[in-house]
T-cell receptor, first 113, second 115 residues
Framework: GENVEQHPSTLSVQEGDSAVIKCTYS??????FPWYKQELGKRPQLIID?????GEKKDQRIAVTLNKTAKHFSLHITETQPEDSAVYFC????????????FGAGTRLFVKA | GAGVSQSPRYKVAKRGQDVALRCDPI?????LFWYQQALGQGPEFLTY????????KSGLPSDRFFAERPEGSVSTLKIQRTQQEDSAVYLC?????????????FGQGTRLTVV
């Protein structure tokens, strides 16, 4: 089955700096890659997603890149703000006859003011 | 309602007790998922429904776990003879499409503590 690995597990940056979180997946059939942000005690919420037919997608300060050949995808947050502090999860979706989303273990991002 | 609703928010069960966790998905959403999230970990897939059909239950950790969605809307996750390792947050998510990969909306979860 699909396996998603995510790193780093913890990331601390200064306000205004960029943060990069990287993930790899194992199943080449995966074609949908969402990123979720989870604040303490709250539900995961989708912040950006990318499908396998594109290599990059950007939404204001957040961008995601996908390398299908290497089975890598990354989240880039620019001009970080304290409110970006949270746990971020990457995920990969296995399609065909219904689907399930496999999550990475998460990255705890601290943005220091 | 506007979002996915789960109840109860918190549940404390004595070891060996049966529990039932409820999920009300967003109205009209075809797909419904249950995930288990241990402290400090990512959500782990348990099971998936498309309407009332349970299409994948490969993530259920044992036969003590059972899920149903009899009318294709509300779903219940039942855990029999709870054990301490069942302590976790149980997340429900729903999405609009059945076959396409689209955004899944999560509920706030049920935090289960087995003592």
């Amino acid at each position: 089955g699909e396996n998603v690995e995510q790193h780093p597990s913890t990331l601390s940056v200064q306000e205004g700096d960029s943060a990069v979180i990287k993930c790899t997946y194992s199943d080449s059939a995966s074609n949908y890659f969402p990123w979720y942000k989870q604040e303490l005690g709250k539900r995961p919420q989708l912040i950006i997603d990318i499908r396998s037919n594109v290599g990059e997608k950007k939404d204001q300060r957040i961008a995601v890149t996908l390398n299908k050949t290497a089975k890598h995808f990354s989240l880039h947050i620019t001009e970080t703000q304290p409110e970006d502090s949270a746990v971020y999860f990457c995920a990969a979706s296995i399609s065909g006859g219904g689907f399930k989303t496999i999550f990475g273990a998460g990255t705890r991002l601290f943005v220091k003011a | 309602g506007a979002g996915v609703s789960q109840s109860p928010r918190y549940k404390v069960a004595k070891r060996g007790q049966d529990v039932a966790l409820r999920c009300d998905p967003i109205s009209g959403h075809v797909s419904l998922f249950w995930y288990q999230q241990a402290l400090g970990q990512g959500p782990e897939f348990l099971t998936y429904f498309q309407n009332e059909a349970q299409l994948d239950k490969s993530g259920l950790p044992s036969d003590r776990f059972f899920a149903e969605r009899p009318e294709g809307s509300v779903s219940t996750l039942k855990i029999q003879r709870t054990q301490q390792e069942d302590s976790a947050v149980y997340l429900c998510a729903s999405s609009l499409e059945g076959q396409m990969n689209t955004e899944a909306f999560f509920g706030q979860g049920t935090r289960l503590t087995v003592v």
